[in-house]
Each structure stands twice: as C-alpha cells, then as structure tokens.
C-alpha cells in the first residue's frame, strides 16, 4: 500500500537520532499503556481524541494502531482488541504492527484506565517538542541557504510556531459552577466602581455610559473615513487611561512613527499646534506651557511599538509579553489594513483580512483584555447626501464583512462639520464637535455620543470640558513678535489624504486627524 505524502512526512520528523546523537522526545511505554487503554476502556477515545493525533506516537507501529482505533471511533464502532485487529487486517497493516499477538499484549499491560488522560497530555507533550526540533532543523538549513530571504524565512518560521501553538492550545470544557462565580465576582467587582465602569474607563463619560468601559476579551473597530479623527480619538482616550487613570496601555502604530505619536500626545496634553512642536518655534510662554504640562506625559504606562506591516503573528508575541510583563490592560492597533497575515497564502486581500480580523479576536480572548482596532471605511459615505446620510453605516466597512461578524462593537467617528455640514435638523450647531456612533454591541445597546474635537490640539474632549472660548485658539496667547497663528500639524500618511470632492486638504479643518 502506497504511503502518502502526509506519512512520509511524519516518518521524516520520527526517525531515530540527530547530529549530536541524542534521540528525539518519547515515552513509548506510555504510547503502549494508552493504547491498551483504549482498547479495553469503552468511552476511553472520547476522553482523549482532543489531545492525541496519529503523529502523536514516535514508534511508526504504535501509530498505525492509533489510526485503527480512530478510523474505528469515527464510524462509532465498538473498539476492543477484536475489531481493531480486524481493523488493521483489512487496512492490510495487521502484520506490521506485529500481528493479534501484538495488540493482546497491549491490553494485558494495562493494570488501570485512570491515569489514562494525563498519560496523554505527556504523549502530546513529547509530540509538540519533536514538532519544534523538526521545524528547527528545517530552519537551520534553510538559514545556511545564501540564496534564501531572511525576512521571508523568519515569517515562515513565525507561521510555523504559530500553527504548532495552536495545536497544543486546548480548553476543557468547564461545569457553569465555576463560570457563574467567576461572572458574579466581576459584577460584586464592577459594582464598587463609580459610574457602574466594568471594564477599561475610555475616560469619555458619555461613552462610558454606553459601553460600561471597554471589556475583557472584546475586539472593539473603530472606524471612520480619513480625517474624521481616528488617531486623535483613540491618542486622547490612551492619555485619559494611561495619565488619568494609571492604567497600562499598548499602541501598535503601523502608520506612525514612534516619535510622529509621542508629538500627537505632546500636542494633545499641552495644548500647543503642531507645527510648533515640529519646527520648535514656541513663544517664552508655550514652553513654559510645554515644560508644565509634558511631566502629565513622563512616566505614563504608555508602550508604543511602530513595527511597520505588523503580522499577526509579531503582534501575538508582543502582546503575550506586554500583558505578561507591564500589565498591559488594553491594546490598541493603528490600523488594521496595515497588518498582514505573512506566511499564509490568500486568494484575495478581503480573505487575508478575514483572518486579522479573526485573529486579533482570537488574541483578545486569549489575553483576556479589550483589543481596539482602526479601521478604514470605503467610499460609499461620500457618494451619499445630507447629515444623515454622510453617517457611515456597516456596509461601508472596508474590505471585508467578517470585521464587522468577529468584532463585539462597531464604533464610528463622524465629524458633520468636515462636510460642510454645521447643523443638524433641529438647528443644533455641529461645528467642533464629533459624533460616536456604537452601531454594533453586541453585548448592550448602540448610541449616538457626541465629543468635543479641538483640530489645532488634535484633541477629543467631554463636552462639558472647560475651554477657551475660541476653542482652536491656543490656551496662551502669542506675544506681538511671534509668527501668525500656526496651522496643526501635518504628518505623512498612507491613508487617502483627500477630501471628499478630491481636493487637496489644505486648511485647518481638514487636518487629517
């Protein structure tokens, strides 16, 4: 009988001794008790068929064993030493693995099935190493290979640890018992907090309202079209976490480089316009500004990683050691069609994004912490007319519909004024103000919050925040020698920097923030 490619592969990776002599991990009496386990104990597959797989055993006849009684389990035929031998008799294998008298001594050793599961894990355990030496010699090689790319090879190998990772990630299944006091002591918890906040405070108290905080394991979208201000939301909500409330944050910025955000936060904490900041051209009193208020900054939990094209699979790595070693409690990521899933083969981007998208809720779950995400829109939002019209809407979520299916809220940012749009149907003035819309929640109610945006600061506030009364001009005035009122910062930008009819933005109001 033919052996396939699969089986040839995983004679490769348990074949005896390497280089140095030593033989690769095994327990080949446990392989034997588990075998003889399953073949005397009734229900003793369903107790292990989540840990143990055919390339789970390192002796080639040990394993064709397994694969009879699995081959048998599935079809829900009884499993005992009869009809696996049967089994093996028909697959043409019998002799190989040493005939009945083989599979009747397996039995006869096995005393006890109690110790069948944990004898497992150790198979799989062994499995896992033998996996990890495998693919370590692949890379070995592949390392010495001149020819070949060094980023691509450590993508491959990023993808193949990866892949290996989750194999060995199983979750029992849990009784309710344990579960309901878990969620009533995160109710008795949330309950001592003000504003009834049980997650991570966006420190937007009408937001906050609405979301109860952001919660552990939510993928959180925020999504907006360009320049409506989706750095600056989530750069004024970090300070609000990491400043005001001391509480760790991670930004990944696949955008911006590490020093473009420290200036936004520079900007945003000290109220002083960006060019300013850039160029260094400040009055005697904006540093004295800047020198007061930049100590708020000194020291915050704040940790910015500005990787560019980030995979999901470095952002894995990252995030296991931020929340590991700083305590990270949220983690936001600037942006998602940034990131790329290296080392996997897609037919399309939308399909590459459906596996981010996945991925980072996967990550959050995993982590047990609020993962925020920006994400851009399409254009369908210019092609509509009115102020309720120019709202976006699901549908114009970028490049795939699984974000919106993966993610536990949906949150849109829309600033009415960028339109050209300064009140709304009641007469309300919209001007400098930005409208949070939850259009997904998946686990309360969606809401409409409006938030006051100060462009020149790039800056989102309460509204019931105390500001100047022209609140884009700086909080100290300019002496009478200084250069005219500056325009806000200017970054460079991969996303669109257009404005809705194609037209260069070029003024303050249509800062790309």
């Known amino acids: ?17 390497n280089a140095t002599g030593k033989l690769p991990p095994q327990a080949l009496e446990l392989e034997e008790s588990v075998l003889g386990a399953l073949m005397l104990e009734k229900d003793a597959y369903i107790t ?48 190989e693995v040493g005939g009945v008298v083989r599979i009747n001594s397996l039995s006869q050793r096995v005393a006890s099935t109690a110790h069948l599961y944990y004898h497992a894990q150790i198979l799989a355990q062994k499995a896992i190493a033998r ?50 006091k878990e969620a009533f002591d995160r109710m008795h918890k949330a309950s001592k907090n003000e504003g009834n906040i049980s997650g991570v405070p966006s420190g937007f108290k009408d937001l906050d309202k609405v979301t109860s905080g952001w919660q552990k394991s939510d993928l959180v979208i925020i999504a907006a079209r360009p320049a409506m201000g989706k750095t600056a ?25 590490n020093v473009q955000l420290v200036n936004r936060l520079i900007m945003n904490v000290c109220e002083i316009e960006g060019d300013k900041i850039k160029n260094g051209k400040l ?12 100590v708020e900054l000194k020291g915050a939990p704040i940790y910015v990683d500005d990787t ?98 993966d993610a536990d809220m949906v949150c849109f940012i829309h600033r ?3 339109y050209h749009l300064y009140n ?46 022209d609140m884009d001009m700086p909080t100290y005035s300019a002496p009478a020698g200084d250069a005219g009122a500056p325009t806000a910062i200017s970054l460079g930008s991969k996303m669109n920097d257009m404005s809705p009819d194609g037209a260069q933005l070029n003024n303050e109001s249509d800062v790309p923030f």
Not at 62 to 85: G, H, K, M, Y
Not at 283 to 294: A, G, M, N, R, T
Not at 439 to 458: C, D, I
């Open 131 to 180: 996996e990890l030496i495998a693919m370590a010699a692949k890379v070995e090689e592949q390392a010495y290979d001149e020819g070949q790319d060094v980023e691509d090879l450590m993508q491959n190998a990023e993808q193949q640890i990866f892949e290996i990772s989750q194999h060995s990630q199983k979750r029992d299944v849990t009784q309710i018992d344990p579960v309901i």
């Open 308 to 405: 560019p094209s980030l995979s999901v699979f470095e952002l894995r790595s990252k995030a296991r050691k931020l929340v590991r070693e700083k305590k990270v409690e949220l983690i936001i990521i600037d942006y998602l069609q940034l990131m790329n899933a290296s080392g996997l083969n897609f037919n399309s981007r939308e399909q590459e994004v459906s596996i981010i998208s996945r991925s980072l809720k996967a990550l959050a779950k995993e982590l047990d912490i609020p993962i925020i995400a920006l994400s851009q829109l399409n254009r369908g939002v210019e092609s509509r007319t009115g102020v309720d019209g120019k709202k976006p809407q699901l549908s114009d979520l970028r490049e795939s519909g699984a974000i919106e299916q």
């Open 424 to 469: 709304d149907e009641s007469g309300k003035d919209l001007r400098g103000l930005g409208e949070i819309i939850v259009a997904k929640h998946r686990n309360g109610a969606t809401a409409e919050v409006w938030l006051r945006f100060r462009s020149k600061f790039a800056k989102f506030m309460n509204q019931d925040e105390a500001v100047d009364d």
């Open 48 to 95: 292990i068929s989540d840990l143990i797989r055919p390339t789970t055993f390192y002796k080639k006849e040990n394993r064709l064993i397994f694969e009879a009684i699995q081959a048998l389990a599935s079809q829900e035929q009884p499993v005992d030493i009869l009809t696996v031998a049967e089994k093996l008799k028909a697959l043409g294998t019998l002799e």
């Open 283 to 294: 009055s005697k009193q904006e540093w004295s500004q800047l020198e007061h208020k930049i």
């Open 1 to 17: 009988m033919p052996v396939s490619k699969q089986k040839q592969k995983e004679v490769i990776i348990h074949v005896g001794p």
């Open 416 to 418: 009415p004024e960028y």
């Open 233 to 257: 939301f989530v750069l004024s909500m970090a300070k609000n976490i990491a400043v005001n409330a001391q509480r760790p944050v991670a930004m990944f910025s696949l955008e911006m480089s």
